[in-house]
């Protein structure tokens, strides 16, 4: 197996650096606890609630939830967290509810609500997503936010934000928007922008639906028709250009609603899973030029494995086993399984939901968030879910299937076949609630990757990884030029016994954004021997013995870490 | 709970038959219960009903009428009507056989997944059989409760080592727990105690592509094409295994027929999921009718049609539509009843018997022919085609 991606690399440093630390005593992998806390009280996050706007109409998108996430919204180095509060509907609600809610992580452990000194409180929206990037290179975490009427744009302006969407060339389009992801699709360094949408829904067009042949309940989506997502190029001066057809987004079927950053062919170029909603799930590959190719259906991913289309809902996409080939995880409806999908060769790939003995646990929950991350810093990818019906009383009507279900924690042999752990532990993600958005980082800076989650109609929920045994190494990357934030920058680390692979990127999981820190799981090594980081540009920079217990930066083409 | 039908491709109206006949049963009323049975088997499900209440103003009590009569009301998907006649059967005989298993076979069609595995524990308590476990099993499977699914298939095997269906449903199993070559290993013995069986071999073919085995697969989900033209997930799984092995020009060629299916499969199963919500709409199943016969799917879309036909016994439409299904699955002999039928109704209408002539010429009578189209052309002297027709005799 080839460290390297095919393709040209220019080396350009080969640098030995030893940093010292206090790495604790490592502890045996049977010895290792996973155990989270919620924290969300004690971090001042109680007060939050999502909105759904229900009045009693059961109108559609009351039932999807939003999502929320991370940002260092003022680059001290610290998550901060933005949550999307939902919203109500014109004329329905006398209390209109706040768009989006920004709060600062007060590095102790707790957060304060600052939305208002942001200057995000004078938004009221009907919302749904947020991903985070550095769109206009200034150094700074600017975000994109998507709601059912027209999306927005926030610019980083030194810790306040300003809505920039009118002239954007964003604010055109006024469709149901889901989940969107920065990503620079043509490697020009300017990060661009695709937004999913979902189905032509409106209060005049809504229909009927019931579970009991009386009562109005939630519809699904196959009722309504789809809407294309769309593609935006960023021109690097602040405005983005509609390139929807000529970068081959077209057709597409629509009802989105998460969508992954890969790079399954190793060419170096970013391509695109979709996760699709009751329609076929979608691969786009990048032609090496900014344009793409869809070949879902082809591949393998886009179905069952009978060819049948489920209910995508978040989606990841990453390498979790010894074939170092990119598996990509898409959460679905109660009776179908998380779909797994492991790159074979070509275009081609595998079911594996069923042999990564993650199908059947799933199989009775509706999977909504859902990441990749390493929980127990072990050096493998574990999978997170968040899960909860659409469908409120679905269990008077359907056995086995419930409206507020546990998470799923499955934790990683190492070699791709998981175990569900959350029903072996008592703690919050045994707790059933109606999960939505998912989304990590290491809020408290101890190593471990924290975990945040929202609910339908209800709180947020900050899990603190409690899990400190393990050696870890936190990587930050930073391009000489081009996207501030690296995107699509790939590192590899190597210990003794492991080969880690891990890509910089937005999106993933379901409208909801994860810090872009890289983490590595050492385990009880103390010292990562090798560190290979694959810039955008193709250029390869290795590093060696870097001991743990540290974050450390990189910038390309320097040829040394920076501690933080 | 259709996507578990067509995936396991397990026949789920295998209901018992009324044949439990008491030694002293009133011979008027046996031969009713024959009438009205043989009415059902062809699918005149109202006269059926009607011959089974005659039934009962002889003996209101005959267990065999109500637990005909839940048989007739399951097919017309009145299922709650089905359960009323069963739980009649079952209060003038406790120990009825097949009365908990029907039961149990509705509650699946109607998800509800306690309530049969209620009725078939009851069934097996009374008659232990294969097929009530493997029933059992597969609804302990569909309800997430798969170790006593497992269980239950084989206690079938155990029982019946020679039941296809126990072996096929614990592959399953096997596959969703990640053991492919367990999975492959039962879909060989199903397969090989029933090699004639569609459903089967297409599973067998998705197994051996989920195993990586793509060349193998390939006649599996051949034989599943040539002989389903309509199925979809063999189509798609065909071209996915010829892209597979370098055959991508064929590959694409399926891929795009399963593009083309998927949307006939997605509306039958709409039509279908209302129809069965709401049996009392008669353009449902018209459409469910329709969207079958577009497919090819000559025997669904007769049972769709004769539902409707219950519905409006007078369309003459739907029974000229059930008439040429009737011919095109080469059942000539219901097909000129069905015609005489819509003809006594009303003898005015000449393309009946233009297509009651038709079917007599396929089956080589030429007088009873010309006689149909000499009819018509009483009826239509101008009419060209029956003239044309008429040329061809001589």
């Keep these: 197996m080839s460290l390297f991606p095919a393709g040209k690399i220019t080396v350009f440093f080969v640098v030995i650096l030893f940093i010292t630390c206090d790495s604790k005593q490592p502890a045996s992998t049977n010895e290792i606890q996973i155990n989270f806390t919620n924290v969300t009280a004690t971090a001042g996050l109680a007060n939050f609630r999502h909105v759904t706007g229900a009045v009693g109409d059961k109108w559609f998108p009351e039932s999807m939830g939003s999502g929320g996430g991370f940002i260092d919204y003022n680059g001290d180095g610290w998550s901060d967290i933005l949550l999307v509060g939902g919203g109500t509907w014109p004329g329905k609600s006398v209390a209109v509810a706040p768009a989006l809610f920004l709060y600062h992580n007060n590095q102790d452990g707790t957060f304060k609500n600052v939305t208002a000194a942001a200057g995000l409180d004078d938004l009221h929206t009907y919302g749904f997503g947020i991903t985070v990037a550095d769109y206009d290179n200034d150094d700074d975490q600017d975000f994109f936010f998507t709601t059912i009427w027209q999306n927005h744009l926030f610019r980083n302006d030194k810790g306040t934000f300003t809505n920039v969407s009118l002239g954007s060339g964003l604010e055109k389009d006024s469709f149901w928007s889901t989940t969107a992801i920065f990503f620079d699709a043509d490697q020009d360094g300017w990060v661009d922008l695709y937004v999913g949408s979902y189905v032509d829904w409106s209060p005049e067009n809504d229909i009927w639906c019931t579970l009991d042949g009386n009562t109005k309940n939630y519809c699904t989506p196959e009722l309504y028709d789809g809407v294309p997502s769309r593609f935006y190029r960023n021109n690097g001066d602040g405005t983005f250009s509609d390139k929807t057809e000529q970068a081959g987004f077209l057709p597409s079927p629509g009802k989105m609603l998460g969508a992954a950053e890969l790079d399954f062919n190793n060419d170096g170029w970013p391509d695109l899973a979709v996760a699709s909603d009751t329609q076929r799930d979608l691969l786009y590959v990048n032609n090496g030029d900014g344009t793409f190719k869809e070949i879902g259906a082809v591949s393998g991913m886009a179905y ?51 042999i990564s003995k993650i199908g059947r646990p799933s199989l009775m929950t509706l999977t909504f968030g ?29 056995d086995g299937i419930y409206y507020r279900e546990p998470s799923h924690l499955f934790l990683n042999d190492g070699d791709g076949h998981f175990t569900d752990i959350v029903p072996s532990i008592s703690g919050p993600l045994d707790r059933p609630i109606v999960g939505r958005g998912a989304a990590y980082a290491d809020y408290d800076k101890n190593g471990t990757l924290d975990i945040l989650v929202t609910e339908n109609g209800g709180p947020v929920h900050l899990f603190r990884n409690e899990n400190n045994e393990n050696n870890f190494l936190r990587v930050n990357v930073r391009p000489s030029s081009g996207n501030r934030n690296g995107l699509s920058t790939k590192l590899v680390g190597i210990t003794k016994n492991k080969r880690m692979e891990r890509r910089v990127k937005t999106g993933s999981s ?13 385990g009880s090594e103390e010292v990562l021997d090798s560190l290979y980081v694959y810039w955008p540009n193709n250029s390869m920079e290795m590093f060696h013995n870097i001991h743990s217990g540290k974050e450390i930066n990189i910038t390309e083409g320097q040829g040394k870490l920076a501690v933080q | 709970m259709n ?22 049963i009133d011979p008027a009323v046996a031969g009713l219960i024959f009438q009205a049975e043989t009415a059902f088997r062809n699918g005149y499900y109202n006269a059926a009903l009607t011959i089974t209440d005659s039934a009962l103003v002889i003996s209101p009590h005959e267990v065999d009428v109500f637990f005909l009569r839940g048989r007739v009301f399951t097919n017309l998907a009145r299922l709650n009507k089905a359960e009323v006649a069963y739980r009649t059967v079952l209060s003038l005989n406790p120990n009825y056989q097949g009365a908990w298993f029907n039961m149990g076979t509705n509650s699946i069609r109607q998800d509800d997944l306690p309530a049969a595995i209620a009725h078939y524990k009851s069934e097996l308590l009374l008659y232990p059989s294969a097929r009530t476990m493997v029933q059992l099993g597969r609804a ?19 029982t019946d080592s020679k039941n296809a269906a126990a072996y096929m449903r614990l592959g399953h199993l096997y596959k969703d727990s990640g053991d492919i070559t367990k999975a492959i290993e039962y879909a060989t013995s199903g397969l090989n105690l029933d090699p004639g069986n569609l459903d089967y071999k297409y599973i067998m073919g998705s197994l051996l592509l989920l195993n990586g085995e793509p060349q193998v697969s390939l006649p599996f989900f051949q034989a ?14 065909l071209g996915q295994a010829l892209y597979r092995i370098g055959n991508e020009a064929k590959g694409q060629h399926y891929m795009d027929m399963a593009k083309e299916l998927q949307k006939g499969i997605q509306e039958v199963e709409n039509w279908r999921n209302l129809a069965n919500l709401n049996p009392d709409q008669l353009m449902l199943w018209i459409n469910l009718g329709n969207s079958l016969k577009n497919m090819g799917r000559i025997q669904e879309a007769k049972d769709a049609f004769l539902v409707a036909l219950s519905i409006s016994p007078m369309s003459f439409a739907l029974q000229n539509n059930i008439a040429n299904l009737c011919l095109m699955d080469g059942d000539t002999a219901q097909a000129i009843i069905r015609y005489k039928a819509i003809l006594s109704l009303d003898s005015t209408l000449v393309d009946i018997w233009l297509n009651l002539g038709v079917v007599h010429v396929s089956s080589g009578r030429k007088n009873d022919a010309r006689q149909a189209w000499m009819e018509g052309l009483e009826y239509d002297p101008d009419n060209t085609t029956l003239k044309d027709y008429l040329k061809t005799l001589n």
């Design chain 2, 224 to 237: 599943v094409t040539s002989n389903r033209p309509w199925h979809y997930w063999a189509h798609h799984n």
């Design chain 1, 370 to 398: 859902l990441f990749l991350f390493d929980a127990e810093l072990d050096g493998d990818l574990d999978l997170f879910t968040a899960n909860g019906h659409v469908q409120i009383g679905i269990e008077d009507t359907q």
């Design chain 1, 304 to 354: 069952d494995e009978n060819g049948r289309a489920r209910a995508g809902m978040g989606i990841d996409a990453g390498v979790v086993d010894k074939s170092g080939k990119e598996t990509i995880f898409v959460g679905n409806f109660s009776k179908e399984m998380i779909g797994v999908f492991r790159h074979q060769s070509g275009n081609f790939f595998e079911d594996r939901a069923a």
């Design chain 1, 510 to 522: 379901f409208m909801s954004h994860s810090e872009t820190t890289v983490t590595f799981g050492l």
């Design chain 2, 140 to 158: 302990y499977a569909d309800l997430g409760k798969i170790d006593s699914a497992a269980f239950a298939y084989e206690d079938a095997i155990k």
């Design chain 2, 3 to 24: 996507k578990k039908l067509l995936l396991m491709g397990i026949c789920v109206s295998c209901f018992f038959n009324a044949c439990q006949k008491k030694p002293d």
